[in-house]
């Protein structure tokens, strides 16, 4: 087994104890207070509104591709739109999923299925829609759907590149609210221009435990932020021994 | 509550092909194999189900929602004659190939075109919406790229070009490099959630 493998199989243990350890502490000590995250707060205030409104909110899932690592962002989108999904399932008009990729598609359909049924309610298979294949066909066909719903929010959580700004824009069209956050550096940049509260890097990732998906999704949050602590006394030692000519 | 069955298969699934990762066994490395060919297939059906999902949303519309008719009618029609041609002649046969050069590159362009207009729109809107130090300097920045991404009418600035290459090579990698740290933190996160049953996004109620 080369050094690289090691590290990283290394790096995903610590990363699963200490995972278990926060929620353990977190469980006996009752949990700690979250740091405010205000597109979070936006999205909160949104549910409630759509339910009292009777406007319909949109998740839209981007493009993760399920044998890759993108796939993690259109996960962490599934998560937030289940939570949504339940939450407004009262609503006249309950809330509707657009993915450019067939098997988030699906995925869309399934959550959405499961949140009815756990609520008693019937599932619209329209709910969960693919609007096009390629990043501009999605583009395209989901500005459209904005367009034609009376939608009170819209929540960009998934893989996408800089045609997310096309949605954006259709959205802010119909004076609703946009929340975006991708993996994608392009995206980001794009979404910190044109979505009204966009998320950068692994705030996208915290929206389980913003929404109460769970403790292990507090639990993980605390996990990234020793690790990135770790990670930044890494590299600025690395930075030192680099100076002085150790390494 | 959702079933166990799937819970317990997505869990099996995920260690064996993170095991058959990181631990050189013979067996484990074949299992992840055998795995990750199945997942190629069942994304491959997947895909068909996406299209037979377009058409079904867009046929319903058709028929439920007479103001938006006209689109989904063209879709259709596009998306059977394409399917028809190229199914026919082949992905490569001349007809599929001027349909992909000729209709799917020119509207793809198009959208690329009209995104450079929203992006400028939504520079100014960033402006409007959020007027402090952070929107300035990522506009400010944005223009200086753009000045020297192209010939400025025949005019040499050299301070600029060099202020361009210095943004390239340090603020831009030092801010990008924090952003994926933190994406990769996230993306660890969310495997582990899954792995550990904590997070489920697959239905299966």
Request: hydrophobic share 50%.
């Amino acid at each position: 087994m080369d050094n690289i493998r090691i590290i990283g199989l290394i790096f995903v243990l610590v990363f699963f104890f200490l995972m278990v350890a926060a929620a353990v502490i977190s469980r006996q000590r009752g949990g700690r207070k979250l740091r405010g995250i205000s597109a979070f707060t936006r999205l909160m205030r949104a549910i409630g509104l759509a339910v009292e409104a009777g406007t319909r909110l949109h998740v839209s899932l981007g493009r993760g591709q399920p044998l890759s690592t993108q796939s993690a962002i259109g996960y962490v989108g599934l998560s937030i739109l289940e939570r949504i999904a339940k939450s407004t399932s009262i609503s006249d008009r309950p809330t509707i999923a657009t993915s450019g990729e067939s098997s988030l598609g699906i995925l869309s359909q399934d959550t959405q299925r499961t949140a009815s049924k756990y609520l008693g309610d019937e599932f619209d298979p329209m709910r969960g829609r693919i609007t096009g294949l390629t990043p501009y066909s999605y583009a395209a066909g989901t500005l459209t759907m904005i367009q034609e719903e009376d939608l009170g929010a819209n929540m960009l959580i998934g893989s996408y590149g800089s045609e997310a700004g096309l949605i954006t824009d259709a959205a802010e069209r119909s004076d609703s609210m946009t929340l975006g956050g991708t993996d994608n550096l392009s995206g980001q940049a794009v979404l910190f221009a044109s979505a009204q509260e966009p998320l950068i890097g692994e705030e996208t990732y915290a929206g389980g435990a913003y929404l109460g998906s769970g403790e292990m999704h507090t639990a993980s949050l605390y996990a990234q932020d020793i690790l990135r602590w770790v990670i930044i006394a890494l590299i600025i030692i690395g930075v030192i021994l680099n100076l002085i000519g150790v390494i | 509550m959702r079933n166990p069955v799937y819970t317990a298969i997505a869990i099996a699934v995920g260690l064996v092909v993170l095991a058959g990762y990181f631990l050189e066994f013979e067996l484990l490395v074949n299992l992840r194999i055998v795995l990750l060919e199945w997942a190629t297939i069942l994304v491959a059906v997947a895909l068909l189900v996406g299209v037979i999902n377009l058409f079904t949303v867009h046929w319903r519309k058709m028929s439920t929602e007479p103001q938006n008719r006209t689109n989904s009618a063209v879709l259709i029609i596009s998306m059977m004659l394409t399917l028809g041609l190229v199914g026919w002649f082949g992905p490569t046969a001349p007809i599929s190939l001027w349909i992909f050069n000729h209709i799917q590159v020119p509207i793809e362009s198009s959208l690329f075109a009209i995104l450079s207009v929203v992006l400028i729109m939504a520079g100014v809107r960033l402006l409007r919406r959020k007027p402090n130090l952070l929107s300035i300097v990522f506009i400010g920045t944005a223009v200086v790229i753009l000045l020297m991404s192209g010939p400025l009418f025949g005019i040499d600035l050299p301070a600029l070009a060099d202020l361009r290459t210095w943004i390239g090579e340090v603020p831009a990698v030092a801010g990008a490099r924090g952003i994926l740290l933190g994406v990769t933190l996230g993306i660890v996160a969310a495997g582990l959630r899954i792995l550990m049953g904590a997070d489920r996004p697959y239905g299966g109620s």
